[in-house]
């Protein structure tokens, strides 16, 4: 089965996103002063990019996943661990990586009415252990590391709820705000090259409110991509989530699902001078994060369902 995943991955796909085994909680010494851990990463990197196929990295600095002692300790330590830890990942990918999500969904995942236009560093999770070691400013500083790391790869800020316009306001904010302080010190290029829209969609997503978040971006000079779609047509959530709970879907559902892709995907083009990179969140339903809502372009037998061929020709979806 593994071959057959494999050979779905190079033929229809030239980027790929490790899930979870460049997270650092994968990566990172379990306990202070141990070893990192690059062998299972390594092995499916190396085997992709044997086939032409480039990697994003996924991600160097979140609050989830991350071993306690990285964020533990003075300030002085915890920046020196971030700092380290960055360096040292970087170092072993370069080359490798094209593109890095340094930072991970810092901003709060519901913005008050009316406090969008607020300083953004006070619209951030204080329950990070880097934000409670740091404050905001551990932000700036991971995306000033990545760039002396590595002055060659491509930097995102990623997030998810990006099509909820309140957050969108604080995220872009904060990008601008870090990128025109770096540029004031006399650099041509922005500091954060892009923002990662996570696509993590239902059937009711409101595809202007796609298109807001899209332009917004645009709008401050960065690069947007989207990062994680997929699309469900039945809640995945609480005791839903997970792989393996896929079930059979009504043809309604196919249909609807499919309209959904084709959707996103005529928007996309019409901004593809500015959208650099689509990533799926996974190839197939039953080993999606999401599988009991069937999120993605494949059944569990590695079948195309609707949502594929609607993604190839978003035009052609008359008939659905």
């Known amino acids: 089965m593994m071959d057959d995943y494999f050979d779905l991955i190079i033929k229809h796909f030239n980027v790929v996103t490790l899930e979870n085994q ?19 990463a390594d092995n499916m990197i190396n085997e992709l990019l044997l086939n032409d196929i480039l990697i994003h990295g996924h991600t160097l600095v979140w609050h989830n996943q991350t071993h306690s002692w990285m964020t533990e ?46 300083s953004w560093k006070t619209q951030l999770r204080t329950e990070s252990g880097w934000y409670k070691a740091l ?19 491509e930097l995102y800020y990623n997030d998810y709820h990006l099509n909820n316009q309140r ?30 829209m996570q696509g993590h969609y239902s059937l009711t997503v409101n595809i202007d409110d796609v298109r807001n978040t899209i332009q917004r971006f645009v709008d401050i000079g960065v690069k947007v991509v989207i990062s994680e779609l997929d699309i469900e047509t039945r809640n995945a959530w609480g005791t839903n989530s997970g792989p393996r709970k896929d079930t059979p879907m ?5 249909k609807q699902q499919a309209v959904v892709y084709a959707q996103l995907f005529k928007l996309f083009k019409e901004y593809s001078e500015f959208i650099p990179r ?31 061929f609607a993604v190839l020709n978003p035009n052609r979806t008359k008939g659905l």
């Open 22 to 40: 460049m997270k650092p909680d994968h990566l990172a010494p379990r306990q202070r002063g141990g070893e990192y851990n690059f062998s299972t």
């Open 73 to 118: 300790g003075t300030p002085a330590q915890v920046r020196d661990n971030l700092v380290n830890y960055i360096n040292t990942v970087m170092a072993h990918y370069k080359g490798k990586v094209f593109s890095w999500d340094v930072v991970n969904e810092a901003v709060m995942e519901r913005i008050n009415p009316g406090e969008q236009n607020n």
């Open 135 to 153: 404050g905001a400013d551990f932000i700036e500083l991971a995306f000033r590391t990545a760039r002396e790391a590595d002055p060659d790869v």
């Open 167 to 196: 957050k969108a306001i604080v995220v872009a904010n904060m990008v601008k705000d870090i990128n025109d302080r770096y540029k004031r010190e006399g650099n041509e290029r922005n500091l954060i090259d892009g923002v990662g």
């Open 250 to 254: 009504t043809q309604q559902e196919q």
């Open 278 to 308: 689509i990533t799926l969140w996974g190839l197939d339903d039953e080993n999606s994060w999401k599988s009991f809502g069937n999120p993605c372009l494949w059944d569990g037998d590695l079948n195309p369902k609707q949502s594929f």
